[in-house]
């Protein structure tokens, strides 16, 4: 078992020590499984454990910085459990609706629910189309390459986050029987909220990622296209990551050349303008230096700059997997109301000058609806009932 712990002969951070605890040792000592349910999280003691020179892996610096490229690398998987849940609830909750029977009607002719469906099959396609590419960039990583960092946490804070509102929203459809025994909702609905949590909270993600915000929006570099990554190689790289420190130095290529072959699509075009208007901001309504120690500001400011790297990813694997422009303007139609929401909570913050108050609010866009496009959508999300029943 990889365990990170620390000396206590010696001070500062030449005290970390990486190494491994043989479980079958009479000191080593399982204490229990600290979750309910299948998975095994354990806690376990060592004392008066004997750590031999073979059993140090790295001490020192090196030693914390392996601990958390473990955390980076190791939890990428959490966004695609996520996913995952969701997905099946998704399957569960039309099914229902598309059979369940209101005032004559079968449910899913409300109008609310037609809305709640339609959105979030729209959400989930979003973070599958994220999730997908960004499995590239963590296979093509290298010690010089570390945009991965990035991306994984957007895929633990954002992806997360995005399951977690989709089950809420799905709730409200499928109601009552998302609490039948017999039904994978009542299984999901003690998982989903730990998605986000497994690291703490996301605001750690969302803090890790503010810190390559200079770097995305305002220096990049002429890198190759990343490719897709599916073959069986050898992923070596990612135990080769270099220290924490330096993040802010890491090069990402030119975000605004994912936009270029949907610009045709009048929801992307309105979001990338938005996001233009967000590359602006630091100009024309800097932070104060209050508001550079003020987390609870920063994190709104993150909600923001999270979209730009998250729409760039999905629209790099739309290009890659051909998904139809329907879904892609529809995507983008969602991202033109999110950043809206989250440039006016910008503008509700206590400490936002009036600078950006006027920034927030010249940000808010109403995105491009399209009756047809969104009927054609509507029809692919109710061609879905039935494609998924628990096995019982």
Same mark, same amino acid.
């Given at each position: &078992?990889?365990? #990170?712990?620390?000396?206590?002969?010696?001070?500062?951070?030449?005290?970390?020590?990486? *190494?491994?605890?043989?479980?079958?040792?009479?000191?080593?000592?399982?204490?229990?499984?600290?979750?309910?349910?299948?998975?095994?999280?354990?806690?376990?003691?060592?004392?008066?454990?004997?750590?031999?020179?073979? /059993?140090?892996?790295?001490?020192?610096?090196?030693? *914390? /910085?392996?601990?958390?490229?473990?955390?980076?690398?190791?939890?990428?998987? +959490?966004? &695609?459990?996520?996913?995952?849940?969701?997905?099946?609830?998704?399957?569960?909750?039309?099914?229902?609706?598309?059979?369940? #029977?209101? *005032?004559?009607?079968?449910?899913?002719?409300?109008?609310?629910?037609?809305? +709640?469906?339609?959105?979030?099959? +729209?959400? #989930?396609?979003? &973070?599958?189309?994220?999730?997908?590419?960004?499995? /590239?960039? &963590?296979?093509?990583?290298?010690?010089?390459?570390?945009?991965?960092?990035?991306f994984n946490s957007i895929g633990k804070m954002k992806v997360t986050r995005e399951g977690e509102r989709v089950f809420r929203e799905l709730s409200d459809v499928i109601s009552a029987k998302g609490f039948e025994k017999d039904t994978y909702f009542a299984v999901a609905r003690g998982t989903i909220d730990s998605m986000p949590r497994l690291e703490g909270t996301a605001?750690?993600?969302?803090?890790?990622?503010?810190?390559?915000?200079?770097? =995305?929006?305002?220096?990049?570099?002429?890198?190759?296209?990343?490719?897709?990554?599916?073959?069986?190689?050898?992923?070596?790289?990612? *135990?080769?990551?270099?220290?924490?420190?330096?993040?802010?130095?890491?090069? =990402?290529?030119?975000?605004?050349?994912?936009?270029? /072959?949907?610009?045709?699509?009048?929801?992307?075009?309105?979001f990338l303008e938005q996001a233009e208007r967000f590359a602006q901001f630091p100009v024309q309504a800097p932070t104060t230096d209050a508001q550079l120690a003020d987390l609870d500001y920063q994190l709104a400011v993150g909600e923001l700059f999270t979209l730009l790297p998250y729409g760039q990813l999905i629209l790099e694997q739309a290009k890659i997997a051909g998904t139809p422009d329907d879904l892609v303007d529809a995507i983008f139609e969602l991202f033109v109301r999110d950043f809206s929401a989250y440039a006016l909570g910008v503008f509700a913050k206590a400490s936002s000058t009036v600078a950006q108050q006027e920034w927030a609010l010249g940000s808010l866009r109403k995105p491009i609806g399209d009756t047809a496009r969104a009927e054609r959508v509507y029809a692919e999300v109710l061609g879905h009932a039935g494609a998924y029943r628990m096995n019982l």
């Amino acid at each position: &078992m990889p365990t #990170i712990g620390r000396r206590t002969d010696i001070e500062g951070p030449d005290a970390y020590i990486w *190494f491994l605890a043989d479980s079958s040792h009479p000191r080593y000592t399982l204490v229990k499984n600290v979750i309910h349910g299948q998975n095994y999280v354990s806690a376990y003691d060592l004392a008066d454990y004997p750590v031999t020179a073979d /059993d140090v892996l790295h001490t020192g610096r090196k030693a *914390f /910085d392996v601990a958390l490229a473990a955390v980076n690398c190791g939890k990428f998987n +959490i966004g &695609m459990v996520t996913l995952g849940i969701v997905q099946h609830c998704f399957y569960e909750t039309v099914d229902q609706a598309a059979h369940k #029977i209101l *005032f004559g009607h079968p449910v899913t002719e409300f109008g609310q629910v037609r809305q +709640i469906l339609s959105d979030n099959y +729209i959400r #989930i396609t979003a &973070m599958k189309l994220y999730h997908e590419r960004a499995i /590239d960039y &963590m296979r093509e990583s290298s010690p010089e390459d570390r945009r991965f960092v990035m991306f994984n946490s957007i895929g633990k804070m954002k992806v997360t986050r995005e399951g977690e509102r989709v089950f809420r929203e799905l709730s409200d459809v499928i109601s009552a029987k998302g609490f039948e025994k017999d039904t994978y909702f009542a299984v999901a609905r003690g998982t989903i909220d730990s998605m986000p949590r497994l690291e703490g909270t996301a605001h750690v993600n969302m803090a890790l990622t503010l810190k390559f915000m200079p770097s =995305f929006l305002y220096n990049a570099a002429d890198l190759p296209p990343v490719p897709v990554r599916r073959d069986a190689g050898d992923d070596e790289a990612l *135990f080769r990551q270099p220290g924490a420190a330096g993040l802010g130095k890491v090069r =990402f290529a030119d975000w605004r050349s994912a936009f270029a /072959d949907y610009s045709h699509l009048p929801n992307v075009a309105l979001f990338l303008e938005q996001a233009e208007r967000f590359a602006q901001f630091p100009v024309q309504a800097p932070t104060t230096d209050a508001q550079l120690a003020d987390l609870d500001y920063q994190l709104a400011v993150g909600e923001l700059f999270t979209l730009l790297p998250y729409g760039q990813l999905i629209l790099e694997q739309a290009k890659i997997a051909g998904t139809p422009d329907d879904l892609v303007d529809a995507i983008f139609e969602l991202f033109v109301r999110d950043f809206s929401a989250y440039a006016l909570g910008v503008f509700a913050k206590a400490s936002s000058t009036v600078a950006q108050q006027e920034w927030a609010l010249g940000s808010l866009r109403k995105p491009i609806g399209d009756t047809a496009r969104a009927e054609r959508v509507y029809a692919e999300v109710l061609g879905h009932a039935g494609a998924y029943r628990m096995n019982l």
